[in-house]
């Protein structure tokens, strides 16, 4: 169950940044918010690292 719930969020994490990346270099999603593109971008990435970190320890 905990493996589901990080492969989940990282996936979730994943489209987040795929979306602002979109937004970046299209400005389709969010009319391209740059501070907003970065702050997700941010965010994905620290969640991403979570969720690798998570997974390496239950191994």
Known sequence: MPKKLIFASAGAAGIVALLAVLDMVLKVPFRGAMVLDIMFLVAAGVILYMS????????
């Open 52 to 59: 690798f970190d998570t997974f390496r320890e239950l191994n």
